[in-house]
């Protein structure tokens, strides 16, 4: 499966595409919830939701205090954009 250009929204990515690009990434699925992918970096953790209208980010443990950190990103946004924000770190 080739994935399209990374300057392709994501809208235009099909599911199986989607899931491909974030397994490339490192990301773990959520066997129970399907919706859900984890994945974890040298100093940052992270949750990645497949909503319905955004992809959402869920940084653990870095806020003040501990708490998490939120972030979405809509759909129409680039791959290349998306994986950029995300994949940086909080």
């Known amino acids: ?5 990374a300057d392709t929204p994501l809208y235009n990515h099909p599911l199986p595409d989607i ?3 974030l397994r490339s990434q490192g990301c773990e699925q959520d066997p129970e919830d399907l919706h859900c992918w984890r994945v ?6 992270a949750e990645i939701y ?18 998490a950190v939120k972030r979405s990103f809509k759909y129409s946004l680039s791959r290349e954009d998306v ?3 995300i994949f940086s770190g909080p």
Not at 1 to 5: A, D, R
Not at 40 to 45: N, P
Not at 50 to 67: K, M, S, T
């Open 1 to 5: 499966m080739t994935l399209p250009s």
């Open 19 to 21: 899931e491909q690009w």
């Open 40 to 45: 974890e970096q040298i100093h940052w953790q």
């Open 50 to 67: 497949l909503e319905v209208e955004e992809l959402a980010v869920r940084y653990l443990n870095v806020g003040e205090g501990g708490r």
């Open 83 to 85: 994986e950029d924000a």
